[in-house]
C-alpha cells in the first residue's frame, strides 16, 4: 500500500539559511499535519491543512510557514534556521479529519 | 501536567511475555486514541485506532479504552524481539486541527 513521501529525508542547513520540505499524502487523503520531534521527545504538532485551506497552527515558528496545493501535497518552509530547528520533522495524511492518522519517514534537519 | 501521561520505561521483558503499556489523560472530551510503535530514527506506525470503551484487538495487539477512568492501554501478546521500540499513545484534539497529543513514549525491550 501506498504510504506517505517525504522529501529529503535528511537535510544539513548553515544558521540563517532556509529550508523546504516536502510531504506527499497517501492518494485520496485530503487532510495533512505536520510535527517536529527533538530528540528523546514526543512529536509536537506544527500546523495542519484541510482540503488546501489551512486548519489550525500550534506551536509553529514565524519563521515557518506552510501550504497545501492542489495535489493535495504540502511543503514545510522555514527561514532563518536556528540550532535549536535541529530535528525530525514528519508529516502525516488522514482521509478527512480525526480518522487515523499515517506519518511518513520523517526529513532529519540538521542546522549548523 | 502534560495533557497525556505515559511512563517512559524503558520496560524490559523476555520474549514471549505479556507487555501492558499504559496511558493517562485530562481531558474528557478526548476521543479518539491511537497507539504508535515508533523505532528507532523512523516514523511513528501507526498500530491501534480507537474511539469508544472497550477493548479493540488486531493480531497480537489489543487496545483498552476506560474513558470514565480516562485511561487507555495497550497489550502485547506473544512479544518478538522485533518488537523493541518506543510504543507512543496519541489522542486527536477535536478542535479545528484534529491535532495528535502524544504522550512521551514508553520505550520497549524484548529480550530473546
Known amino acids: 500500500a501506498a504510504g506517505v513521501i517525504q522529501s529529503p529525508r535528511h537535510l544539513i542547513k548553515e544558521k540563517r539559511e532556509t529550508a523546504t520540505l516536502k510531504c506527499y499524502p497517501i492518494?485520496?487523503?485530503?487532510?495533512v499535519y505536520w510535527y517536529q520531534q527533538g530528540p528523546g521527545q514526543d512529536p509536537q504538532f506544527l500546523i495542519s491543512?484541510?482540503?488546501?485551506?489551512?486548519?489550525d497552527k500550534g506551536s509553529i515558528p514565524d519563521r515557518f510557514s506552510a501550504q497545501q496545493f492542489s495535489d493535495y501535497h504540502s511543503e514545510l518552509n522555514m527561514s532563518s534556521l536556528e540550532l535549536g530547528d535541529s530535528a525530525l520533522y514528519f508529516c502525516?495524511?488522514?482521509?478527512?479529519?480525526?480518522?487515523?492518522?499515517?506519518f511518513g519517514p520523517g526529513t532529519r534537519l540538521t542546522v549548523l | 501536567q502534560k495533557e497525556v501521561e505515559q511512563d517512559p520505561g524503558p520496560l524490559s521483558v523476555p520474549e514471549g511475555a505479556i507487555v501492558s503499556l499504559n496511558c493517562t489523560y485530562s481531558?474528557?472530551?478526548?476521543?479518539?486514541f491511537m497507539w504508535y510503535r515508533q523505532y528507532s530514527r523512523k516514523g511513528p506506525e501507526l498500530l491501534m485506532y480507537t474511539y469508544s470503551s472497550g477493548n479493540k484487538e488486531d493480531g497480537r495487539f489489543t487496545a483498552q479504552v476506560d474513558k470514565s477512568s480516562k485511561y487507555i492501554s495497550l497489550f502485547i501478546r506473544d512479544s518478538q524481539p522485533s518488537d523493541s521500540a518506543t510504543y507512543l499513545c496519541a489522542i486527536c484534539w477535536m478542535d479545528s486541527s484534529y491535532k495528535l497529543i502524544f504522550g512521551s513514549g514508553t520505550r520497549l525491550l524484548v529480550r530473546p
Open positions: 502525516a495524511s488522514s482521509l478527512d479529519r480525526g480518522n487515523e492518522q499515517f
Open positions: 492518494p485520496r487523503h485530503d487532510t
Open positions: 481531558n474528557s472530551a478526548f476521543q479518539y
Open positions: 491543512f484541510y482540503e488546501k485551506m489551512q486548519s
